[in-house]
């Protein structure tokens, strides 16, 4: 994902997730942030500690957005990790997606890590979560919790925290942001320790060591003028591989240096749930299985969109007339559609169990390119039979006018011309019904 997209949706999703708007979070989380500690080792990662001493194969997932998908602190700490345990063969696990968050990351959980078989699992969503409500959080990160120990039991978790926009001054507050604070509770539920990666960075910050958004330094002239501070950002969110990331690096290395004196190898144990509505029934079914009208066409590896989101979508269709539909029924409480968006793409009508038609636009100020979205079709229904029907309406979204919101042109009217809708899955938590 290209920066100025995660930057853009750390902007919408969690403009004041640093504390500025907990009149939007329950009572409880308003009242008592969690205190700012940079590791809490809990039961620590005993399972994968003991197989990296032993030198055997451990697997490393990382799941998170777009801080973890930079080359940054998930490469330096996967080089660290294999430096520390030479004898051991350390695999990784990408399984990061710019922009995206926890509501996403519990149902493509399956496709994009468990099914990799990981032995140690880093789970990064506090800052894509920021504008998330926490009893959200709590169902999202309870259900990737869930699912992956019902996958896997020896599978260790580890949460970590990283901070963006008005997150510092919370941390420098000496309080987790109200995501971090909703991940805590769920840690502190099963046991899984959690390192947040900010807290030395607000330190320096503080201490005006650090300048937290700026330009690197190029000449020597720049760096005198810095009077030594290092830069840590270009945008308050993604770190420099330098600076930032080595500052992640090195909280990372603190922490392990505790958790791996607490725990002891075995099986998970799975508690009864925190929240009885998490979402460990989430799964990311694929398209095919809904019903697709004639002038849906699957994508072959040929193809350049199947070539570029092959790999997390399991399949990818398109279909380009007005008039195509998809159709599903479900039961359950949640069902989105796992798609794209893009310059050539529409809109479409999303139709619930009969009720009035929603129109969903497949194109956004960012199209000039196509991404990774997800198409909302309905949250928080009753746990019974619910009807789906999308289809694609007939006229384009002004697409002038979108992209104006960023002071961006069609570079070329055709490549923005069309109705086109690409889709790979279907997003549920529930079931599908025939």
């Known amino acids: 994902m290209k920066s100025s997209w995660g930057t853009w949706v750390w902007a919408v999703r969690c403009l004041v997730a640093g504390g500025c708007c907990l009149a939007a979070a329950s009572p409880a989380m308003a009242e008592a942030l969690t205190p700012a500690i940079e590791c809490r080792e809990r039961d620590g990662l005993p399972n994968a500690l003991a197989k990296l001493k032993a030198g055997e194969t451990v697997r490393v997932a990382y799941f998170g957005g777009s801080i973890t998908a930079q080359d940054g602190w998930r490469p330096k700490t996967l080089n660290w990790l294999r430096a520390q345990y030479p004898a051991a063969k350390i695999e990784e696990i990408n399984a990061a997606i710019g922009g995206t968050g926890s509501d996403l990351g519990v149902f493509r959980l399956r ?58 001054k919370t941390l420098q507050a000496g309080s987790f942001p109200r995501s971090a604070t909703a991940m805590e509770q769920v840690a502190n539920h099963y046991g899984i320790p959690s390192i947040h990666l900010g807290l030395e960075v607000a330190r320096l910050e503080k201490a005006g060591r650090l300048i937290y ?141 009969g009720q009035a038609p929603v129109i969903r636009p497949r194109f956004d100020a960012f199209c000039t390119y196509h991404r990774l979205a997800t198409l909302a079709v309905a949250e928080g229904l009753s746990n019974t039979s619910h009807t789906v029907k999308i289809t694609i309406h007939p006229s384009q979204p002004d697409k002038v006018k979108i992209l104006a919101e960023r002071q961006e042109k069609m570079d070329d009217p055709k490549r923005f011309d069309g109705t086109q809708w690409c889709a790979g899955a279907l997003l549920i938590v529930g079931e599908l019904e025939p």
């Open 111 to 168: 496709h994009d890590v468990l099914e990799h078989r990981p032995d140690l699992l880093f789970v990064e969503f506090a800052v894509n979560d920021g504008g998330a409500a926490p009893e959200q959080i709590h169902r999202c990160m309870e259900g990737i919790v869930r699912q992956t120990w019902r996958a896997n039991p020896a599978t260790d978790i580890c949460y970590v925290y990283t901070v963006a926009g008005d997150m510092l």
């Open 213 to 353: 958004s700026g330009a690197l330094p190029k000449t020597d002239a720049e760096k005198a003028a810095l009077g030594g501070k290092m830069v840590f950002s270009p945008d308050a969110v993604h770190p420099y591989p330098e600076t930032g990331h080595q500052l992640y690096l090195e909280a990372v290395q603190r922490a392990l240096a505790k958790i791996k004196t607490v725990g002891k190898p075995g099986a998970h144990p799975l508690p009864p749930p925190l929240v009885a509505d998490n979402w460990e029934r989430a799964q990311m079914l694929p398209l095919s299985q809904a019903k697709l009208s004639a002038g849906w066409r699957r994508l072959t590896a040929a193809d350049s969109l199947a070539q570029s989101f092959g790999g997390r979508l399991p399949e990818v269709w398109s279909a380009r007339q007005p008039g195509e539909t998809l159709e599903f029924r479900f039961r359950g409480v949640t069902a989105k559609i796992y798609d794209l968006v893009g310059p050539d793409c529409g809109q479409v009508t999303v139709v619930v169990d």
